[in-house]
């Protein structure tokens, strides 16, 4: 959970590419089984989704760390050795709808490629609508 709130951070700063910020991390999604889920049940989540009905899916690196940082649920997978095998989670708007896991492998790849990132270009053009700088920042000189 830091280290998306971390990166999440680094984005707001404009220290990730938008290229990064903007690739799909590859989930696994599962849907709500129709039960509501509150504060008084969040716990009981292997109840509240369907995991014989997983498809994969992705989302862009903010909705992953927005997700993440606000997450309703979130709990770490173990395999059957107790071996960590990534991260339930979803926020207060999808827990009704849908749980997304990350695998370990695959946050791996997405917290190597950020701290790899060396922005070579930023672009600021002042938006008079919003009353402050729209940043584009340009792709990373170092490969991931």
């Known amino acids: 959970m830091l280290g998306f709130y971390s ?4 984005v707001e700063a404009h220290k990730v590419p938008d290229a ?4 799909g991390m590859p989930l696994r999604s599962y849907p709500a089984v129709g039960t509501r889920v509150t504060y008084f049940n969040f716990h009981r989540f292997p109840e509240l989704y369907d995991f014989s ?3 994969n ?12 940082v606000h997450s309703y649920v979130f709990a770490p997978l173990f395999d059957t050795e107790g071996q960590v095998e990534g991260v339930l989670f979803n926020s207060d708007r999808t827990r009704d709808t849908e749980i997304l896991f990350a695998a370990i492998p695959d946050i791996a790849i997405v ?11 930023l672009h600021a053009v002042f938006d008079d609508r919003r009353g402050d700088f729209e940043v584009k920042v340009g792709p990373s000189t170092e490969e991931p």
């Open 7 to 10: 990166i999440r951070k680094l």
């Open 20 to 23: 990064l910020v903007a690739e």
């Open 111 to 121: 917290f190597r490629a950020v701290s790899n990132c060396d922005p070579s270009s």
């Open 53 to 55: 009905r997983p498809s």
């Open 57 to 68: 899916t992705s989302r862009d690196l903010r909705a992953v760390c927005n997700q993440v």
